[in-house]
Structures are given as C-alpha cells and as structure tokens.
C-alpha cells in the first residue's frame, strides 16, 4: 500500500498562486496514475487533475485546466499540482491520490489518498 503525504497548503489573495507537493512512500509511484481532488465545505470531493505513471499524460478538470498544472518527478516519488490564478471558489481540502488501475476520475477509483492540504483563497 502506497503512503501520501501532502504539503504546501495555506492562504492566499485572490488572484495568487501556491503548489502542492504530495511525497509517497511504502510503493513505487511510477506503478500508479497520481492525482488531485479537492473538498469544498458542503460539497462533494471533486477531481481536479492526474497524471499517467511515466508522467507523459495529463488531465485536468474543466474548471481549472487553465490555471492549474501537475506534474510528477519519479525519481522523488514525488507529484505536484501548481495552482494559479487562484479563485475564492477553489477553497477547499486539496487530497493526494494514488490510483492503480487505468481509472482515476471517480472517488472509487482511487486506491489511497493523503491527509488532505487545506487552501484558502480571499478576495
């Protein structure tokens, strides 16, 4: 079983940028497809973006794909997701996923997930 770790949460001005960086342990990230989802308060857990185990595909969901990028450095086992532009309406719990069959959209396609980052956006 793969182990996630975020990190680089926190607050930020309407219009800025922050990245998220997710460290794995316990497997081989290159084995998974890894991704983002996020939480807002009240609101279901959304996918944001994933990325295929060699890092040469991406995805990114409509709401954010011309803001947001991942990216992933195997060699780190690491995954990262560079938020910017950021909006009022991107708060939310920002989760780490490992996913290790083809699907990666859906919350039950995902095989472990991180303690979740918190960001906040203000205006």
């Known amino acids: 079983q793969v182990q996630l770790v975020e990190s680089g949460g926190g607050s930020v001005q309407a219009g800025g940028s922050l990245r998220l960086s997710c460290v794995a342990s316990g497997r081989t990230l290159s084995s998974y497809t890894m991704g983002w989802f996020r939480q807002a308060p009240g609101k279901e857990r959304e996918f944001v973006a994933a990325t295929s185990g060699s890092g040469d595909r991406t995805f990114h969901a409509a709401s954010v794909a011309d803001r947001f990028t991942i990216s992933r450095d195997n060699t780190k086992n690491a995954v990262y997701l560079q938020m910017g532009s950021l909006k009022p309406n991107d708060t939310a719990v920002y989760y780490c996923?490992?996913?290790?069959?083809?699907?990666?959209?859906?919350?039950?396609?995902?095989?472990?997930w991180g303690q979740g980052a918190q960001i906040a956006v203000y205006s």
């Open positions: 996923t490992a996913s290790g069959g083809p699907a990666y959209y859906s919350p039950a396609d995902i095989d472990a």
